[in-house]
Nanobody
């Protein structure tokens, strides 16, 4: 299984970015997917997730109303639209494949990870 994340970059506060993650080597439509982030000196934290069926979504409180997770099963892609970005959103963002039946919110519940894409929000 390989996950390739892209779309990070430098943006001013209040701006937007769209992250994408393409999955290879798995039956993508059968897996729930998540996004995590890790800022320098901090632990990896949950950002958002989307269920494989019904496309139910889950968000960390600080990104609710600003970030939107979506998926395109035809393209094996999960995306994260990030609006109204803040300097505290600065981090490396990772996509991951969730293990069925496990927590939505902990990194230990995800089996496969992308390489990460850096998002930097300037004030």
């Amino acid at each position: 299984v390989q996950l390739q994340a892209s779309g990070g970059g430098l943006v001013q506060a209040g701006g937007s970015l769209r992250l994408s993650c393409v999955a290879f080597g798995l039956s993508f439509s059968s897996y729930s997917m998540g996004w995590f982030r890790q800022a320098p000196g901090k632990e990896r934290e949950f950002v958002a997730a989307i269920r494989w069926s019904e496309y139910t979504t889950y968000y960390e409180d600080s990104v609710k109303g600003r970030f939107t997770i979506s998926r395109d099963n035809a393209k094996n892609t999960v995306s994260l639209q990030m609006n109204s970005l803040k300097p505290e959103d600065t981090a490396v963002y990772y996509c991951a494949v969730r293990r069925s039946g496990s927590s939505w919110y902990t990194p230990e519940s995800y089996d496969y990870w992308g390489q990460g894409t850096l998002v930097t929000v300037s004030s």
